[in-house]
């Protein structure tokens, strides 16, 4: 269960997968530079296999002591966000068997503390914040949630200090369809009041964030589940979520990934839960990627991928999404940003250039051509990342659909002085490297230098001309250094 999260108002990003076994990749230092390049961000701990696991509040007796000792001992080891190598090699030497319990746990569908702390350890060395899912179907006679085996995990969580967010079930909207229970909006949001409550008793969590009901996307558009939940559980979540995908990963096409009318889908439901929330209440996407059903194999791994995921953080951001959860950092699918052998995918290279360049201040721009709204080339801009540039800088985020070069007129922007163009090809030219797993970054393939160094990600400095120039089947980032924006001048470093 772990997934990815780009959070526009805090700048924040966030790791999700569906089960336990999602989670077995080395806890060491190549994992931790992968996940660390990514943040400030949170860790969610949660998907289709959270409303079937229990937390076991047992020790498992297959793992060494000096295994669970390794583990517990991150918690102090961590304040620099890297192990010590004597710590390192023990973590290495245990993981194959802790990637066995791992698996075990998943089948049996419970994990006990030393999961729990294996993933508090994972998150606190790479500097993530951990949310948490509870299982929503572990029910009562009279169909109220039965909230005992979460008080045990919460108990157990705050004897050992783990500074955690909750969330409570996934995609209540298909509990009928996988489990034969049926829980209405109304009793869902009082479940997620009782989970509020028992948190305010908690000295640790009485401040800590709830967030819910991750609902599916509307269908048919209907809200029913939301309506309902917010009728009696608004006031319970600091943040309301649900999830998105394009389309279905089992009968999809590389050229829907291409589709300008496949990307604006996204606004459509988007308004459709907008309408629903009440004004003022933070809307976050909870769960999101390319393709349900898992991702669709060989598209949703590779680069043409990138441009559902670079579209989905920019129209996102603008139609006021705070908020984009990505489905997943390693492992459930083939929607995931790094592979089983910790080797960075496409859109692995493009989040770490979003997360580095991009403010989360969203200023308005549009692509025109002659006739009117261009269908292949799309654009956003935002105030740049103050931790990269000055105040007063701003990123233009823009891709190129079609096979042919574009051009994009931005006097306003050129006539400031030069720009740094950050230009993502795939490793293959023309429509047949869609399906590369390998990205260029203005002209050079990314890869990691070793297990614990990413490559520099440098900008390739343009003269200041009247259009910026953009390939065919292209993503780019265009910074603006001396743009000296109005709107982004009196915003300092989001910490």
């Known amino acids: 269960m772990l997934q990815i999260t780009f959070i526009h108002d805090t700048l924040k990003s966030l790791l999700s997968s569906d089960q ?4 077995t990749f080395p806890f060491d230092m190549s994992s ?55 710590l390192e090699e023990k973590l290495k030497g245990a993981w194959p068997q802790q990637q066995l319990v791992l698996m075990r746990e998943d089948v049996q569908r419970k994990y006990r503390k030393d999961t729990v702390d294996l993933l508090h350890s994972f998150s606190s060395c790479s500097g993530l914040d951990l949310i948490f899912g509870l299982n929503a179907l572990l029910r009562s006679d009279d169909n109220s949630w039965n909230s005992s085996n979460a008080r045990s995990l919460l108990d157990y969580c705050e004897s050992r200090g783990y500074r955690t967010s909750w969330e409570l079930g996934n995609e209540p909207n298909s509990y009928e369809k996988k489990a034969g229970i049926r829980v209405d909006g109304r009793q869902l949001g009082r479940d997620f009041t009782c989970l509020r409550e028992m948190m305010s008793q908690s000295k640790l969590y009485r401040d800590a964030g709830l967030y819910g009901p991750d609902v599916g996307q509307p269908r048919d558009h209907r809200v029913d589940i939301l309506e309902g ?27 829907d990934f291409l589709d300008p009318e496949v990307l604006d889908t996204l606004a459509l439901k988007t308004s459709e839960v907008l ?14 990627s390319s393709a349900y059903g898992g991702g669709a194999t060989g598209l949703s791994d590779t680069f043409v991928a990138g441009f559902m995921w670079l579209d989905k953080l920019g129209l996102g951001a603008r139609l006021g999404l705070d908020v984009v959860m990505r489905q997943v950092f390693i492992g459930s699918g083939s929607y995931h940003l790094v592979d089983d052998n910790l080797d960075p995918l496409p859109d692995y290279w493009l989040s770490v250039l979003y997360k580095r360049l991009v403010g989360p ?22 105030c740049s990342n103050t931790h990269s540039y000055r105040r007063g800088a701003v990123t233009l985020m823009s ?16 006539s400031t002085g030069t720009a740094e163009a950050f230009v993502l090809q795939a490793a293959r030219s023309g429509e047949e490297g869609l399906d590369s797993r390998s990205v260029k970054l203005n002209g050079d393939v990314l890869k990691m230098l070793d297990d614990k160094t990413l490559p520099e990600l440098r900008g390739r400095r343009l003269p200041p001309a009247d259009r910026l120039q953009l390939p065919g089947f292209s993503l780019a980032f265009f910074v603006f250094p001396d743009a000296g924006a109005a709107a982004c001048r009196d915003h300092g470093p989001i910490r």
């Open 20 to 23: 336990l076994s999602d989670f």
């Open 32 to 86: 931790l530079t992968l996940a660390q390049a990514l943040t400030p961000a949170f860790v969610r701990f949660g998907g289709t296999r959270q409303d079937f696991m229990v937390f076991s509040p047992q020790r498992n007796r297959q793992l060494d002591s000096d295994v669970t000792a390794a583990t517990n001992q991150t918690d102090g080891s961590c304040d620099k966000r890297t192990l010590p190598s004597w």
């Open 229 to 255: 939940f917010l009728q009696s559980g608004a006031d319970a979540v600091d943040a309301v979520t649900w999830h998105h995908y394009y389309v279905n990963g089992r009968d999809t096409s590389l050229e």
């Open 275 to 288: 309408q629903t929330v009440s004004p003022g209440k933070k809307v976050w996407l909870g769960e999101t």
């Open 361 to 382: 201040e969203v200023l308005k721009v549009e692509a025109r051509s002659g006739s009117g709204r261009s269908r292949s080339v799309r654009v956003y801009l935002h």
């Open 399 to 414: 891709m190129n659909l079609g096979e042919e070069p574009a051009r994009i007129s931005a006097p306003d922007l050129v």
